[in-house]
């Protein structure tokens, strides 16, 4: 059944697969949720609704397990031209499988966002790590980070989960609106 359905693999449809990262195969659960909101693939959040940081849980055999978590923007600073592609969000290493990003090393902080044209794509991408800890240098900045650069660099392999959601600058500054 290789290769079936791969078409309609929303990371695909996304162009997630493709800009971001390679074709791989999901091995280890990850939920990312905002407040009562979980993440699904291609789901649009406000930027409103993304700016703390989310709750991470990964999956994974054990505690003896380790994982990297990186979330991107590839859509830096506009969709019609990502010449800041990636912007780096958020970095977290070490992180013991059956917990969460909290459980982990953050290397960059959370940075919450804040497209200001059009429709960008957030990505979060999961990594086992090969030993227990693992020596991240944190990048000297966060635009024009490189997702597959720093797998090969850091020894990552392909990534064990992803997803990503949508988000869009809101329509008006002024006053909250209570309502959807």
């Given at each position: 059944m290789a290769g079936s359905g791969r078409e309609r693999e929303p990371l695909v449809v996304g162009r997630v697969v493709g800009d971001v990262l390679d074709p791989f195969v999901r091995t280890t659960n990850l939920r990312v949720s905002y407040g009562t909101r979980t993440v699904s693939n291609g789901c649009e959040l406000k930027p409103s609704m993304v700016v703390n940081q989310p709750r991470v849980e990964v999956g994974g055999p054990d505690m003896r397990t380790f994982y990297t978590l990186v979330m991107v923007d590839p859509d830096a600073p506009n969709p019609s031209d990502p010449?800041?592609?990636?912007?780096?969000?958020?970095?977290?290493?070490?992180?013991?499988?059956?917990?969460?990003?909290?459980?982990?090393?953050?290397?960059?902080?959370?940075?919450?966002?804040?497209?200001?044209?059009?429709?960008?794509?957030?990505?979060?991408?999961?990594?086992?790590?090969?030993?227990?800890?693992?020596?991240?240098?944190?990048?000297?900045?966060?635009?024009?980070?490189?997702?597959?650069?720093?797998?090969?660099?850091?020894?990552?392999?392909?990534?064990?989960?992803?997803?990503?959601?949508?988000?869009?600058?809101?329509?008006?500054?002024?006053?909250?609106?209570?309502?959807?």
């Open positions: 010449n800041l592609r990636e912007y780096l969000h958020w970095l977290v290493t070490d992180i013991p499988g059956t917990t969460g990003a909290a459980f982990g090393q953050e290397v960059i902080r959370y940075e919450s966002p804040r497209p200001t044209m059009g429709i960008h794509r957030f990505v979060l991408v999961l990594f086992q790590q090969l030993g227990r800890q693992i020596t991240v240098y944190a990048p000297g900045w966060r635009q024009n980070f490189n997702t597959r650069d720093f797998a090969e660099l850091y020894n990552l392999g392909p990534p064990v989960a992803a997803v990503y959601f949508n988000c869009q600058r809101e329509a008006g500054s002024g006053g909250r609106r209570m309502y959807s």
